[in-house]
T-cell receptor, first 115, second 112 residues
């Protein structure tokens, strides 16, 4: 089945630094990938839609200058949290879909802690 | 704005009992998906329902999509401790790219 690999699985960084999270589709090409954020005991909230070869589409309230998305190839999308602050601490998850007959495949998530 | 209301939010039952989780919306979805998520991991797809009135079974789990494609239910028969986890419904809307909106989840605990 379709596999989405997300790296790193957890990261601790100092306030003010930037963190890059990678999302790879291992056995299929994904022109579109999705980035979600999940706070403790809450559901997934879509942050942005990553489009290969074009600009990402951000959801209302998500700062595009803070959450930089790059989708340079059909198998890789990256999310960079710039100038991270403690309130950015969260569980970040990416997803993609191999085909329309199936649901979305999610990465294993990245636990970001900003200290 | 699409909203997907999922209930109950928490459910604690004894092994062997049956349970039903509901997802409701005023919006029509092109498909509805159910996921299960373990702590610290991404959601894992259980099933996708596409056709109004569709029923799918996965061992002791039965999924139903409402006739109007606005609601769905997940029924678990004879729950086991291994069923413990967070269950999420997600409705897909939009055009060819598709977008997912998630319910708030149901945290299920099955006690032996």
């Amino acid at each position: 089945g379709a596999v989405v690999s997300q790296h790193p699985s957890w990261v601790i960084c100092k306030s003010g630094t930037s963190v890059k999270i990678e999302c790879r589709s291992l056995d299929f090409q994904a022109t579109t990938m999705f980035w979600y954020r999940q706070f403790p005991k809450q559901s997934l909230m879509l942050m942005a839609t990553s489009n290969e070869g074009s600009k990402a589409t951000y959801e209302q309230g998500v700062e595009k200058d803070k959450f930089l998305i790059n989708h340079a190839s059909l198998t890789l999308s990256t999310l960079t949290v710039t100038s991270a602050h403690p309130e950015d601490s969260s569980f970040y998850i990416c997803s993609a879909r191999a085909d329309r007959e199936n649901g979305y495949t999610f990465g294993s998530g990245t636990r970001l802690t900003v200290v | 704005t699409q909203l997907l209301e999922q209930s109950p939010q928490f459910l604690s039952i004894q092994e062997g009992e049956n349970l039903t989780v509901y997802c409701n919306s005023s919006s029509v979805f092109s498909s509805l998906q159910w996921y299960r998520q373990e702590p610290g991991e991404g959601p894992v797809l259980l099933v996708t329902v596409v056709t109004g009135g569709e029923v799918k079974k996965l061992k002791r789990l039965t999924f139903q999509f409402g006739d109007a494609r606005k609601d769905s239910s997940l029924h678990i028969t004879a729950a086991q401790p291994g069923d413990t986890g967070l269950y999420l419904c997600a409705g897909e809307y939009g055009g060819s790219q598709g977008n997912l909106i998630f319910g708030k989840g149901t945290k299920l605990s099955v006690k032996p």
